[in-house]
Structure formats: C-alpha cells, structure tokens
C-alpha cells in the first residue's frame, strides 16, 4: 500500500463569493485546509458547503476571490487542471459496466496502458476489499459495495485532493457508520487531502480533523471537533453539535438564580450542554421535571427552571418521577456565554470571573 501514498496538497480560500444574481451564496469566505487533513464542511441545507465544494473542484467560478491549491492560484483553472477526485451523493456507476470496468474507466479514457490499468485496478480492489466483486454489475452490489466502487474510482486516480459531497447519506444508518471509519482510515493510510460536505454532525465529528461550521453563506467556526463542542463560537455553534442540542437561556429566564446575578448586569445568553448539568442536593439552579425520556444508557429530563427549558441528561438509573422538585449544578468552567448584540462567545475566562464574582 505504501506505493499508493500521495502527498496531499493544501488548500486555500480567499474571499470567495458566489452569487447568482441577487441570490448570494457565499459572503466572503476564508479558509485554510492543510494538506493531508480530513476538514468537513458542516452546516444545513442550503448554507453554501455544495457552492463552496464546487468552487474547490472548478465546477463553478467565484464571483470575487480566490482558490489556492499549494499557494499556486487555480481560481480559474478547469478541474482537470486541479489534481483532484470527487465523489457524489448520486454514485452515478454506469450500469452496463462491471465494477472492474467502472473503476478503471478513467484509466482508460486517459489511455493508461494495460498492464498499469490492472496492477492498480488489483491494488485499488484490495484496498476496498472488492476484489471478489469485480465481475459483478453495479446492480448484483449492495449500496455500500456500490458507494465503495464510486470510491475505488476516484481513488485509482491517485490524486492529491479528493472532494465528497455526502457521500453516504443514501446508506442505511449501519452501513453509514461503518463507511465512515472507513473512509477516515483510506485517507488516513493514503495521505491526500480530503473535503467532505455533511449535514450531520455526527459525521463532521467522528472523521474530520478540522470541522467548518457553515451557516447562511459564511463560515461560523472552524476547529477541531473536541474545541467545536468544548468552545462554540455562538449560540448556533452550540447547538447545531451535540445531541440533544446545547441549553441556551437568558439569565433574566431565572431570577431565582443567584448564580447569575452577575450576568443579568449585561446583555447575554448562556449555554449549558445537558451532559454539563448535574442532579445537586443544594444547587444553584431549583425547579421542577416536566418531561422525561429514557433511552437505556441515559435520560433525558426536560425541567422548568424560572421560566426557562433545561434539558439534563442523567444515568439510566436516574429516576424522577413527572412534576417532582429538582436542583441542578453544573462547573462555572462548561458555561458559555454569549453576548446578545454580536452573538459571539465572551471569553470562558471572562465568563468564570463572572460566575465567581457572582457567587461570592
Ligand atoms: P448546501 O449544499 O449547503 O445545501 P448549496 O451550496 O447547494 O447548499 O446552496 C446554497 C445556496 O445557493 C442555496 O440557497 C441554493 O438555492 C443556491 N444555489 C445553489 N446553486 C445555485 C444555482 N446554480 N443557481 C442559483 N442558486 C443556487
Ligand atoms: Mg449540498
């Protein structure tokens, strides 16, 4: 496998925008992606991640700024000038081909010499453990198999750069979840940059190094998957990863709370996740249950605190009947506080001086 290592190239964004007419897709987006990472772009529908992965490939043409690929300007080279593979939602396998035929067919289009087309057409084959399909049409293939051939294809290719857009998203939720160690373990082994376009989060999480967080056109956050869910920029950030989503509450929500008497002085929202929360026998935060969920490792209980809708998440054992008392506590440090006019997160260090002083 070692002969298939290739040097992924990085890539860089500046101030790409991308409109049809009045319709704006992309604001001004700026973006490193280095080379040899796994970077996801995540957000929902509609946010920009196809626009900008079609911007990356030379499928489209910025309406202003520029793509870099290893800091040489590509912003309007054809995709074939750009070293790069791309895999689709739809697979789009030709289905009069055999799977052999169909990974190969870039090979021989390029006019690849024979005995070249069938050492990598082997070598790819092992590596996606499709070696005994070969023979096969894409429809006697299972839809992983089938997505796995789409793979082999662009994997024969042996660019430096591969782009996926969703990818798996027509898989079952099993077959998805193996498919994605796989493909962090491909990219892994083989080294090349790769862009992947998600709406799932859990995706995003589990294989990317660095995740975009994509919203309306413009970039969010970009960070790791542990920072994104440790540290969100916003209050969007905060809950669009995690499940269920983070709390968020303004703190005039409780008057009860002396906790946040601070942070009732200024105009801010606060975040708790609800693995953050924890059942205290005198804590700071008193009301009642309204909603239980039970889902065996954990539960989820909805409480009316003041006037606001915690959601906490307890052990399976835990056991609160409907409309009982309860009293919640949570580390000054897993609080994230926001400020309501930018809606950016004021610094955690700025947000514990605050908790602090508040409980003294
Ligand atoms: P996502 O992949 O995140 O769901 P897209 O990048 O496909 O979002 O689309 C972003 C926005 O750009 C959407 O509002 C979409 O309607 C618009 N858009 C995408 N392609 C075109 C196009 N060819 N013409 C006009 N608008 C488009
Ligand atoms: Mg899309």
Known sequence: MSDFALNGRSIRLQSLRKSWGDAVALHDVSLSIPAGSFTALLGPSGCGKS?????????ETPTQGDVFVDEVAVTSDPPSARDLAMVFQS?????????????IFGLRTRRTPKAERTRKLDRVAALLELSHLLGRKPSELSGGQQQRVALGRAIIAERRICLMDEPLSNLDAKLRQDMRAELRDLQQKLGFTMVYVTHDQAEAMTMADQVVLMKNGHIEQVDTPR????????????????????????PNDMPDAQVFATHRARSCQLGLRPEDIYIAQDGPLNGHVEVVEFFGADVLMTCRIGTALVRVRGAGHTDFPLNSPISLGFDAENLSVFDTQSGARISNDHAQGLVLASST
Do not use: C, K, W
């Not at 697979?91 to 990974?103: G, K, R, T, W």
């Open 51 to 59: 626009t900008l992965l079609r911007l990356i490939s030379g499928l």
């Open 91 to 103: 697979y789009a396998l030709f289905p009069h081909l055999s799977v052999a035929e169909n990974i």
């Open 227 to 250: 920072a994104l869910y440790a540290r969100p920029a916003t209050p969007f950030a905060g809950q669009f990863i995690g499940t269920p989503p983070m709390n968020l509450f303004d």
